[in-house]
């Protein structure tokens, strides 16, 4: 009997933890709830019917590229913020449930040290990939002007991909190859990564393990390939692409490349196998097409465009079925919006924007409730 009444304890003290930690969950959600409901609806515009609110996260500077960890629980970003004595992109990460980034600073994660871009959580959440040119300068690297008033991008050479915790200890470096190697992002299976590379002399996709281990070449056709993600399972991958065709598109292209340049301003999105097989192009919109990301379903791409712009700008985001069908643009801005990614529940998008910036070229990020 003392037994049955023993084991009747302690079945129930474990009920009770469940159910207790079972409504710390709930209150939880209902608070991140109640913070997205609480902010003001001027920030969505009219016609942005797949966003049931909207907050701005961040405050003054140029916030971009913000990524969530496996849990949902934390965004890891790059920032240039003048006020954080940031002369260039640097690495920070933050639990945006709890963080109020209009009077605090998010948490350091990369070294402080030269340019850094594309940081990406690994299995477990403890974790951190990234590029940075640390290693070759501690100063940033300097930023080309335009070329004959075109708009271009750099491609650092001494760009390396790199592992760090959380508290900014480098623990792996995943690249050392002579060249380019930076835009890492993971599968949310766990298994692999997926990064662009000079190292063949154009630039192109690799995968490769957590580890680094097992490098294999994805792309290899003459252009920009780069900003890739996997899908949902894994097994696809969505990127952006330039692909010059003409002669002079292509002696354009190369002489750029050549002075460690690319020129953004004609891409388009391409899809593929995880392993390269069944690549196809998934856009032909004109102008800018770029940071796709995968719709939680697997199905749908969602990314930024400037296609139905006549002065390059403004950017807003789109979503398009994977077999090319359906485009419908999402956001109604006036300026920009880009950097879309859905939280791996598929309740929220965190993106970038210049919306409530005064009228300044402020870039913050936003999350969005998000409704199909």
Same mark, same amino acid.
């Given at each position: =009997? ?8 302690? !079945? ?18 209902? &608070?991140?709830? #109640?913070?997205?409901?609480? /902010? ?13 609110? !909207? ?9 971009? #590229? ?26 920070? *990460?933050?639990?945006?449930?709890? *963080? ?5 600073? %998010? ?8 340019? +850094? ?5 690994? %299995? ?8 940075? /040119? ?15 008033g075109k708009y271009v991008w750099p491609i650092y050479p001494s760009f ?10 480098? +623990?792996?470096?995943? +690249?050392?190859? #002579? ?18 590379? =000079? ?7 690799? /995968? ?10 994805? /792309? ?25 065709? +003409? ?5 354009? *292209? &190369? ?5 460690? !340049?690319?020129?953004?301003? #004609? =891409? ?13 192009? !998934? ?26 712009? &006549? ?7 789109? =979503? ?10 999402i956001t109604q801005d006036e300026t920009f919006d880009a950097f879309p ?6 309740k929220h998008l965190v993106f970038s924007s210049n919306r409530n910036n ?15």
């Open positions: =009997m003392k037994y049955l009444v023993y084991l009747s304890l302690v !079945l129930s003290l474990f009920t009770a933890c469940l159910n207790s930690a079972k409504k710390e969950e709930v209150k939880e959600e209902i &608070k991140t709830e #109640e913070a997205l409901d609480s /902010t003001s609806i001027n920030l969505i515009k009219e016609g942005e019917n797949n966003f049931s609110s !909207l907050k701005q996260l961040t405050f003054g500077g140029d916030n971009a #590229e913000a990524y969530w960890s496996f849990d949902d629980s934390k965004l890891v970003f790059q920032v240039t913020n003048p006020e954080w004595d940031l002369a260039c992109d640097q690495i920070y *990460y933050f639990d945006w449930r709890n *963080y109020d980034l209009s009077s605090s600073m %998010p948490n350091l994660v990369s070294t402080g040290l030269g340019r +850094t871009t594309c940081s990406y959580f690994l %299995p477990g959440d403890s974790t951190i990939v990234y590029a940075s /040119t640390h290693l070759a300068d501690s100063a940033c690297p300097p930023v080309p002007e335009r070329i004959a390396d991909i790199f592992v760090a915790d959380l508290d900014g200890n480098i +623990t792996a470096q995943l +690249t050392n190859e #002579e060249g380019y190697d930076a835009e890492a992002t993971v599968s949310p299976k766990g298994d692999k990564i997926v990064f662009t590379s =000079m190292r063949t002399g154009d630039l192109e996709l690799f /995968t490769c393990n957590i580890d680094g281990s097992d490098v294999k070449q994805i /792309t290899n056709e003459l252009g920009y390939d780069g900003g890739a993600f996997f899908s949902p399972d894994g097994s696809k991958l969505i990127f952006r692409a330039s692909r010059p065709k +003409t002669e002079e598109a292509i002696k354009e *292209y &190369k002489e750029l490349l050549a002075e460690g !340049l690319v020129q953004p301003t #004609e =891409m388009e999105l391409f899809i593929c196998n995880a392993d390269g097989s069944d690549l196809r192009q !998934l856009t032909s919109l004109g102008q800018a097409n770029w940071c796709p990301f995968f719709h939680p379903s697997g199905k749908k791409v969602i990314f930024a465009s400037n296609h139905s712009s &006549k002065r390059g700008f403004p950017f807003n985001l789109y =979503m398009i079925n994977i077999d090319g069908t359906g485009l419908k643009q990614v859905f939280s791996n529940d598929g005064g009228g300044t070229r402020e870039t913050n990020l936003f999350v969005a409730k998000w409704k199909d």
